[in-house]
């Protein structure tokens, strides 16, 4: 699902991402409610200053967060919480990101699991989440891409969470 956002462009880089776990969910611009195959029942929030996920007890935030020093972990793995989490921050070369940007919004225009938001401005600057329908047994797994044309950066972040 690709929407139109109607709000500023909170986050200005890669450097001002945190992760948090836990904690409320925050104001959204947009909600997207998902159950998918095997009961796991999933909430994607597009936020002025990125994304949150609620699946279960389990509440992950990657966002500019205010009072909170930016750490974005490239991994985080609590194996005694069935979680997994990776990040990764890519600079393409030439017109990459735009490139990688229109190759994203086409594809999950229409997938029944993805929501992408798209920022006034530049229809570059989009945050886009896309849940894995059937991932392996006894777990769900989500995908996300922070674009931030104006210093060419593309932040994707992987998550698992096993039963």
């Known amino acids: 699902m690709l929407v139109d956002l109607d709000a500023p462009y909170v986050d200005t880089r890669a450097a001002d991402l945190s992760l948090s776990l836990g904690g409320p969910?925050?104001?959204?611009?947009?909600?997207?409610?998902?159950?998918?195959?095997?009961?796991?029942?999933?909430?994607?929030?597009?936020?002025?200053?990125?994304?949150q996920v609620v699946c279960g007890d389990l509440t992950e935030t990657v966002a500019c967060l205010p009072g909170r020093p930016p750490h974005l972990p490239d991994t985080l793995h609590d194996?005694?919480?069935?979680?997994?989490?990776?990040?990764?921050?890519?600079?393409?070369?030439?017109?990459?990101?735009?490139?990688?940007?229109?190759?994203?919004r086409a594809e999950l225009a229409d997938d029944p699991y993805a929501l992408v938001g798209v920022f006034p401005g530049d229809?570059?600057?989009?945050?886009?989440?896309?849940?894995?329908?059937?991932?392996?047994?006894?777990?769900?797994?989500?995908?996300t891409w922070h674009a931030?044309?104006?210093?060419?950066?593309?932040v994707l972040t992987e998550t698992v969470v096993a039963l």
Do not use: C, I, K, M
Request: net charge positive; proline share 9%.
């Open 25 to 51: 969910e925050r104001p959204a611009l947009h909600v997207r409610e998902l159950t998918l195959p095997g009961g796991w029942r999933l909430r994607l929030r597009l936020l002025g200053a990125s994304h």
């Open 79 to 104: 194996e005694s919480a069935g979680y997994r989490f990776t990040a990764t921050v890519l600079r393409p070369a030439g017109d990459g990101l735009r490139t990688r940007v229109a190759a994203l």
């Open 123 to 143: 229809v570059d600057a989009v945050t886009a989440l896309a849940v894995r329908p059937a991932p392996p047994a006894g777990s769900v797994a989500w995908r």
């Open 148 to 154: 931030y044309p104006q210093t060419n950066e593309l």
